[in-house]
């Protein structure tokens, strides 16, 4: 408007009629206020031309900025929300410079990301190996056998919790592929198809619910995959995954075709089928190739070791069972060889359970014993015997013995399948057995030369009939009467044996005799004496014990006569009898 | 190798999944599946020394109650038209159909082909139609998919135009 004015006044004296007294007016303005006018235009030339006002602060803005920022921080306060909106304008409007500028930081950083997820894919192929020695790891064994899956499979189908197994960078417009990546574990089929039925169904999606192009289709599930689609303006990136992602993953995806957008803006929009720049998009594509794997309980493997130690321990223990029974078994059968008077023809033994089949003397020693004695149950044994008779001497010898009955004083024995008899017996007893003897098996031939057979009245006869001598006055047994007296033992030994059927026994009296000469009580005295030595001398023979010895004495037998005679009385006499049990008390006191 | 997205339109069942089945897999059947929404193919072909990659979106084809939607068509950089000889009627839906494509991807290359020449003797479609169409500067092929008649020709025609015309045509609002 001032400018309008200020060119309006040489225009003016042009026309209207009052011309004349206008310029005087402003002649005389002029020349009262000339140096108010310079100095007013002066002023307005300022106010008008920030320029030259700029100039002068610019010359004291950075001191006038240090010397506030010093004093206190409402500078930067008032400062920050410009800073902050003038970065966010400038992201926008290049993003690319942006991009560009802080790529050298962002490489390392993504690299780094990478690295760690690898790292974190081989150890848990490690774990996958010591896997196979746990429990846990056999029972997934029995899986990947039952199921015909590759064990690597299987373990990470139990470990992983998700793994990004196919990233697609696909042109949102045309749905063509742009780029792929895929980790190694990963089935790829036909991506370009892929890419463009991924494309199709979204636009199918779409169009049969009739949503708005801003409502996407985010998630499409196959199976035990999952596919994430993350929308861009010009691509959108298609994630397969198996397992549950977390949330969290978006974000990286989002971050990475934030930054395909920004750095390959141009790419994109002059795409025309030509994916070749895209393949600068690897870094970001595979920085969304992440995994996460379970890891395992602590507590659990060690629970798995307990359980294998326990199982080991088991096998061990049963087998030292085993071991321990299958050597008793043996033992037992090597005995049973041993044994006269039983022979095995067949034996096995199946889980704890034993058979033996055989031949045995009925007089062998029983088996059970033997079982028991090498530490079997006889209730886990059974045996199936069939008898026989044995020709082993001491059986041969048992059954002789059960057969022929033979008397105390009988003995036997074997020699070489002859039955040798010796000792004394009735001569009822020694006729039978000497029929029956050749008749018991095993034994071909029997000799009882060595037997003595007598009848006790016989016998008592012969013992009645012995008569010791005594010299003259004397007392004392001489050797030479001794022989007899050891056939009177013998003799009452067989006695005792012949008798001991009945319930008698052998009675003896000792008679002690002298002659005439001599005064009377000086003869009874040695006849006492004489009955008295034998009595001794038979003891000594130990038949105290086998008959009952009792002791007489008698006046000098009332004869005169010859010194033969006299010496005939100087004797001692035996006189056995047979008495009933019993009555030895009785008679044993004179 | 370029990668080009190429939409196959017409009426139902004139044949459009066989011609694909027929160029990808060089099979046929007798026996008819109807397509529901899109079936995504893929076959790489030279023509011109260049090597291009041909995505197929057979697409469900036309009648009363489903229009093919312009959703399918954005970033074809061909189309192929596909009409049944034995039906007049695929004729008015082709042409429909090729006028939703060109306001949609606009003036890319496109080629029409009259299915089921095997069946000759039972044709509507005479002719005078076809001039019509070839003055309307239509390419207008024949050919059966069931005996691979013009299959291949059909499909590398098309690849042809697409290599021949600039790529800047492609580039469209
Ligand atoms: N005789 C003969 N039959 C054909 C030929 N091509 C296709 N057909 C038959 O026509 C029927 C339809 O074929 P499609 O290829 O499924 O048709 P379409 O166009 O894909 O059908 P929509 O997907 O439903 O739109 C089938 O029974 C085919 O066998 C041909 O060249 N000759
Ligand atoms: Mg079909």
């Known amino acids: ?590 | 190798m370029i990668q080009k997205k190429i939409c196959m339109l017409g009426g139902f069942a004139v044949g459009k999944t066989s011609l694909v089945r027929r160029f990808v897999s060089n099979v046929f059947s007798d026996q008819y599946q109807t397509t529901i929404g899109v079936t995504v193919e893929k076959k790489c072909v030279t023509v011109a020394s260049q090597e291009i990659m041909m995505v197929l979106w057979d697409l469900y084809g036309e009648d009363e109650f489903q229009h093919v939607r312009d959703l399918y068509l954005r970033g074809s950089s061909g189309y192929i038209v596909v009409m049944d000889g034995t039906r007049k009627d695929t004729l008015q839906t082709a042409l429909a159909l090729q006028q939703t494509a060109a306001n949609t991807v606009g003036p890319v290359p496109f080629v029409s082909i009259i299915n089921k020449a095997d069946m000759r003797s039972e044709w509507e479609i005479d002719e005078h139609v076809i001039e019509q169409l070839r003055d309307r500067s239509w390419t207008v092929l024949f050919g059966s998919a069931k005996l691979g008649q013009g299959v291949d020709e059909l499909f590398l025609n098309l690849a042809t135009q697409m290599v021949q015309r600039p790529p800047l045509s492609n580039t469209h609002p």
């Open chain 1, 1 to 590: 408007m001032s400018s309008d004015s200020g060119r309006s006044l040489p225009n003016s004296p042009t026309s209207e009629g009052f011309t004349s007294r206008e310029e005087d007016w402003t002649q005389l303005r002029t020349l009262l206020l000339a140096p108010e006018q310079t100095q007013l235009d002066e002023l307005r030339e300022r106010l008008d031309h920030r320029m030259v006002h700029s100039q002068e602060v610019s010359q004291v803005l950075p001191e006038a900025i240090a010397i506030r920022g010093v004093g206190d921080q409402q500078l930067s306060n008032a400062l920050t929300p410009y800073v902050e909106n003038g970065f966010i304008a400038a992201v926008r409007k290049s993003p690319r410079a942006i991009v560009d500028a802080i790529a050298p930081i962002m490489g390392p950083a993504i690299r780094q990301a990478i690295a760690r997820a690898l790292q974190s894919m081989t150890q848990s192929l490690n774990r996958s190996l010591d896997e196979s020695l746990s429990i846990r790891g056999l029972r997934w064994r029995l899986e990947a056998w039952r199921t015909g899956r590759p064990f690597a499979e299987v373990v990470l189908v139990h470990t992983l919790r998700y793994r990004v197994e196919q990233v697609f960078l696909i042109h949102r417009e045309t749905g063509l592929l742009l780029h792929h990546v895929a980790t190694d574990a990963a089935v790829v089929q036909d991506q370009h198809v892929i890419s463009g039925m991924l494309t199709a169904i979204q636009d199918y999606v779409r169009d049969s619910f009739g949503a708005s192009p801003d409502q996407t289709l985010d998630q499409v599930e196959v199976g035990e995959w999952t596919v994430w689609i993350e929308q861009g303006s010009q691509a959108y990136l298609a994630c397969v995954i198996r397992g549950t992602p977390p949330a969290s993953l978006r974000e990286d995806v989002h971050d990475a075709l934030a930054h395909i957008h920004a750095l390959h803006a141009n790419a994109l929009a002059d795409f025309a089928g030509d994916a070749t720049p895209f393949k600068a998009t690897q870094p970001y594509l595979e920085s969304c190739l992440l995994a996460h794997y379970e890891r395992p309980p602590k507590q659990g493997a060690l629970k798995g070791w307990i359980l294998i130690g326990l199982i080991v321990l088991g096998v061990v223990w049963w087998g030292w069972m085993a071991y321990q029974a299958q050597s008793r078994w043996s033992h037992l059968l090597d005995r049973l060889r041993e044994e006269p008077g039983i022979v095995i023809t067949q034996a096995r033994s199946m889980w704890g359970d034993y058979h033996i089949e055989g031949l045995r003397d009925p007089l062998a020693k029983a088996p059970t014993a033997l079982v028991i004695e090498a530490g079997l149950n006889p209730a886990t044994v059974k045996m199936e015997w069939a008898p026989f008779y044995a020709l082993d001497a001491p059986l041969v010898l048992a059954r002789a013995q059960s057969i022929l009955r033979p008397p105390e004083s009988v003995q036997f024995h074997i020699e070489g399948g002859i039955l040798v008899a010796t000792g004394s017996a009735s001569p009822d007893w020694a006729r039978e057995a000497k029929r029956l003897a050749v008749l018991v098996p095993g034994i071909s031939q029997y000799r009882d030369d060595g037997l003595v057979t007598a009848s006790i009245s016989a016998l008592l006869d012969r013992i009645n009939r012995t008569v010791i001598h005594f010299p003259s006055g004397s007392s004392t047994v001489e050797p030479s009467e001794r022989v007899a007296l050891d056939t009177v033992a013998a003799i009452l030994r067989e006695l005792d044996q012949l008798v001991s059927q009945s319930s008698q026994r052998v009675h003896l009296e000792v008679l002690g005799w002298t002659d005439a000469t001599g005064p009377p009580a000086r003869n009874l005295q040695l006849s006492q004496e004489r009955a008295e030595a034998v009595v001794a001398v038979l003891r000594e023979k130990r038949l105290d014990k086998a008959a009952t010895v009792v002791l007489g004495s008698v006046r000098p037998l009332d004869q005169g006569g010859s010194n033969q005679e006299s010496a005939n009385q100087r004797v001692a006499t035996l006189r056995a009898t047979l008495t009933a049990q019993g009555q030895d008390s009785q008679t044993a006191d004179p």
